[in-house]
């Protein structure tokens, strides 16, 4: 007879390896160097398309000033661009420029290269690697039911 898991038991194991393998695959550098408050910036602006400063802020819950001061070093490299609100001309809003793309894609190809070279190099058999495929459409379900 076999026990059914315990749904909080699972949560409380995926969320530990989940956490551990998010800490650092955050930590491969990429080219361009984006700080991790640019990085959330850019991804966000790409995500939501074109939006105000404040509201990014608000997004991510740090005041006004310091996401001004994220999206200023953003333009300054040509990542982000503002331009006026097509629905309140005395506002400006922000959108990601090709370059602002490109430097995100580079930042996501370097990481799933790191995760390629730890599965080569992990020692993983056919079979395990079946499983990580077999379970990714699985925690992006989790991820869409939370």
Sequence with gaps: MTVDPDPGEVAAVLLASVSVLVRRVRQVPAEGGLTMPERTALALLDRSGPTTSSALAREVQITAQAMGATLGAL???GLVERRPDPDDGRRAVLLVTDAGRQALRDKRNARAELIARALTGG????AELARLAAAAPLLDRLAQHL
């Design 75 to 77: 333009r300054d490299r």
């Design 123 to 126: 020692e993983f058999t056919p």
